[in-house]
């Protein structure tokens, strides 16, 4: 029957832990993990004093020659060392970076919007020409800027149109509007639903068609 | 951005009346042989944007595409017409 224990664990000393294993009447001291050092005990003669077990195991190792070993072990415990001082400096680096990564975010989210923001502005509209329209009422287009194009409408008179550019939009617009105008009018009210009744009216009060002669 | 594609599938799908402007070719969409809603369609390339057409509508660009796109369909459209009291 084996058993095993952990019987002392040190970050000072080079060897991490060390195991005590009892396999009928002795104990295994091993060395754990680097040095693979083995020392045999007399069950009885297991002491437990982790210092005394410590020292006999370092002994043995000088015995056997192993003081390279050591100072390998103690060297690597050193560049592990500075790794950790490494480690926990590029730790707070990257803290850093995160916090920076997530303000950058931030800002660009910022021009995001900015940049999403439709650019408006207003257009008076005085006059139809060269349609034989004329303006009784003037009223203002509100031109605005949405993906790669131009909107333009007059809301008072729900009437919009599009454009590549802002005067195409306007262009468009004064069209349709005088389309829209010839159309209301060429229809019956009965056949005007009570959008384009209420915009017929409106249209009329600031729209009025020149007679020619 | 909504297209001359999008604003003829519209067309399609409320089975709107053609008209033909100055320059200008408009679509109106009747209900019980009352014009309800109209608008025109860029004689351009099919790519040119119609941003308008949600306006025209009376509903929201996305409300829009959903209709040029199938998910909205035409007795929802009226729906919202009729929530809007344009019906």
């Known amino acids: ?213 | 951005m909504l297209t001359q594609d999008d604003a003829e599938a519209v067309a399609d799908k409320l089975a709107c009346t053609p008209y033909e402007g100055r320059s200008h070719k408009y679509y109106e969409f009747f209900v019980d042989d009352k014009l309800i809603a109209r608008f025109g369609v860029r004689r351009a390339s099919k790519e040119k944007g119609h941003g308008h057409l949600p306006r025209d509508l009376h509903i929201t660009q996305r409300q829009c595409r959903d209709l040029s796109k199938c998910p909205l369909s035409k007795d929802e459209y009226l729906q919202i017409l009729r929530e809007k009291d344009l019906l």
């Not at chain 1, 195991?57 to 415990?77: D, I, K, N, P």
Request: proline fraction near 4%; aromatic fraction near 8%; charged fraction near 30%.
């Open chain 1, 1 to 213: 029957m084996k058993e095993s224990q952990t019987v002392f664990a040190t970050t000072e000393w080079p060897y991490r832990e060390i195991n005590r294993s009892r396999a009928s009447d002795y104990f295994t001291l091993h060395v754990a993990p680097s040095t693979q050092f083995y020392q045999t005990f007399d069950a009885d003669a297991w002491d437990p004093n982790a210092a005394v077990v410590i020292g006999n195991v370092y002994s043995r190792m000088e015995q056997e020659g192993a003081a390279a070993v050591v100072r390998q072990v103690t060297s690597l415990e050193d560049q592990l060392r500075a790794v950790f001082g490494y480690t926990k400096r590029f730790d707070e680096l990257c803290e850093r970076v995160a916090g920076l990564e997530s303000k950058v975010d931030q800002v660009l989210k910022r021009i995001g919007d900015l940049s999403a923001l439709r650019r408006s502005f207003l257009v008076p509209i005085e006059t139809l020409e060269p349609e034989p329209y004329e303006i009784t009422r003037p009223f203002t287009a509100v031109v605005i800027e949405a993906e790669g194009e131009f909107e333009a409408g007059i809301f008072d008179l729900s009437m919009f149109a599009s454009g590549d550019t802002e005067e195409e939009a306007i262009a468009n617009l004064k069209e349709t509007l005088v389309d829209t105008v010839d159309r209301l009018n060429g229809l019956p009210d009965s056949r005007l639903g009570k959008g384009p009744l209420r915009q017929k009216s409106l249209l009329n009060k600031c729209v009025r068609k020149v007679e020619k002669g």
